[in-house]
């Protein structure tokens, strides 16, 4: 186990734990001290049954980051700001041999200034065509990314069946942007949502699941558009391998499951677990032992230093900040924000190599394969700019802010 290693604050006290915690991860993979303390916090919040914890678990502010929690009651705050947020796995029809990593770099810098229509796909949706269209098609900032692949290795049979390593693919990680941190906002108005939770049955509670529910549909369409503009900015078709949100509730028998930062799974379900941009991803199938684990698995690496400590660690002069930009498969990062880049570095993460072992060896996953990172985008100054912020301003029956009222 290690120590923690920063300042991670958390707005929930430190109680005993009531409910039962699955460590679905070995001695050999750093978990810090403060994210099991929050462990113990969120086992004793109202109504919660049962408790898994991954590999890839840390410390956040509402709760730690790696969780599946059931629950009598709904726990809106161990969700989060970004509902539906998740990962996403695309194969492209670019073949690899065809790839130029400099010219990917200047078709992908500006992929969000790629055309959509924002509108017809949220009414394909069935979402209001005002419901936050401009931030759709966009990654937004912190460890959100839309990264072009390549196969470095398959595992087993089932994963040479499922991906060539003569084609390249996209892994987007984003989600509800502004709309799930409007829908966040609301439930940290009630206080008791925070210190009690919600009963599923009250007002509230069917509110909240109505607002969730659009969040994860939102979350996922935009995931899908980012990649569509990916393919478009480098004259590619692209195709779906993987959908897995991992920020969420799904309704389970005895109470609900909240997703916190762990990918909501089922039996078969093949699932993306990210590394870093200079870091391997792995590709990986969920078996049957996902049941004790409440459906969940790691999502990814998870940050093994805080943002504030990688100012301290890496980036701390201009060629080390340089070779953050590079990796060693020749791949290049898109990020012009110097600070992002510092609190991004690989060095940030764990490795994620060993948080799929861990899942293998607790009966989770078996591997697929494992992906190398050719070319990350995060941010570029000279894209679009954010107007993500702003409010929809009336859906197609006439009333405004139809995500934040019945």
């Given at each position: 186990m290690g120590k923690s290693t920063g300042s991670s604050g958390s707005s929930l006290p430190r109680v005993v734990a009531t409910a039962h915690i699955q460590h679905c991860f070995s001695p050999r993979t750093w978990i810090e001290g403060a994210a099991l303390q929050q462990l113990t916090t969120v086992a004793a919040l109202p109504g919660v049954v049962s408790v898994a914890a991954f590999p890839d678990l840390h410390p956040g502010k509402y709760g730690p980051t790696g969780i599946a929690v059931l629950s009598e009651r709904l726990h809106p705050q161990l969700i989060g700001n970004d509902i539906g947020c998740g990962m996403s796995l695309f194969e492209l029809d670019l073949p690899l041999r065809k790839l130029k990593v400099d010219k990917a770099v200047d078709c992908l810098r500006r992929i969000e200034a790629e055309d959509i229509d924002p509108h017809a796909a949220l009414a394909a949706s069935d979402l209001a065509q005002d419901l936050y269209p401009n931030a759709l098609g966009t990654i937004g900032g912190g460890n959100h990314f839309c990264e072009l692949q390549a196969v470095d290795e398959t595992?087993?049979?089932?994963?040479?069946?499922?991906?060539?390593?003569?084609?390249?693919?996209?892994?987007?990680?984003?989600?509800?942007?502004?709309?799930?941190?409007?829908?966040?906002?609301?439930?940290?108005?009630?206080?008791?949502?925070?210190?009690?939770?919600?009963?599923?049955?009250?007002?509230?509670?069917?509110?909240?699941?109505?607002?969730?529910?659009?969040?994860?549909?939102?979350?996922?369409?935009?995931?899908r558009l980012i990649a569509e503009r990916a393919a478009s900015a480098l004259r590619s078709?692209?195709?779906?391998?993987?959908?897995?949100?991992?920020?969420?509730?799904?309704?389970?028998?005895?109470?609900?499951?909240?997703?916190?930062?762990?990918?909501?799974?089922?039996?078969?379900?093949?699932?993306?677990?990210?590394?870093?941009?200079?870091?391997?991803?792995?590709?990986?199938?969920?078996?049957?032992?996902?049941?004790?684990?409440?459906?969940?698995?790691?999502?990814?690496?998870?940050?093994?230093?805080?943002?504030?400590?990688?100012?301290?660690?890496?980036?701390?002069?201009?060629?080390?900040?340089?070779?953050?930009?590079?990796?060693?498969?020749?791949?290049?990062?898109?990020?012009?924000?110097?600070?992002?880049?510092?609190?991004?570095?690989?060095?940030?993460?764990?490795?994620?190599?060993?948080?799929?072992?861990?899942?293998?060896?607790?009966?989770?996953?078996?591997?697929?394969?494992?992906?190398?990172?050719?070319?990350?985008?995060?941010?570029?100054?000279?894209?679009?700019?954010?107007?993500?912020?702003?409010?929809?301003?009336?859906?197609?029956?006439?009333?405004?802010?139809?995500?934040?009222?019945?």
């Open positions: 595992i087993g049979a089932s994963g040479e069946s499922l991906f060539d390593r003569q084609k390249l693919y996209l892994l987007v990680h984003s989600g509800s942007r502004g709309l799930g941190a409007f829908v966040f906002g609301q439930m940290l108005d009630l206080e008791r949502a925070v210190t009690e939770g919600l009963d599923p049955e009250s007002a509230e509670g069917r509110h909240w699941r109505r607002q969730h529910d659009v969040c994860v549909t939102w979350a996922s369409l935009n995931r078709d692209v195709r779906l391998v993987a959908d897995v949100p991992h920020n969420l509730v799904r309704d389970r028998a005895g109470g609900f499951v909240h997703h916190k930062g762990s990918a909501a799974v089922r039996m078969g379900d093949v699932a993306p677990i990210a590394g870093s941009r200079a870091s391997l991803s792995y590709v990986v199938r969920a078996l049957d032992g996902t049941g004790p684990s409440l459906g969940g698995i790691s999502h990814g690496a998870g940050r093994k230093y805080d943002r504030a400590t990688m100012h301290g660690r890496a980036g701390r002069n201009r060629s080390e900040r340089d070779a953050l930009l590079k990796n060693a498969w020749g791949g290049q990062l898109i990020c012009d924000d110097r600070n992002l880049v510092i609190e991004e570095a690989a060095s940030a993460y764990k490795d994620a190599g060993q948080v799929v072992q861990d899942l293998a060896d607790a009966g989770l996953v078996v591997a697929l394969a494992a992906m190398k990172p050719l070319v990350t985008y995060k941010k570029a100054i000279d894209g679009p700019p954010d107007r993500t912020r702003s409010k929809p301003t009336r859906d197609r029956e006439g009333r405004r802010d139809r995500h934040a009222r019945d």
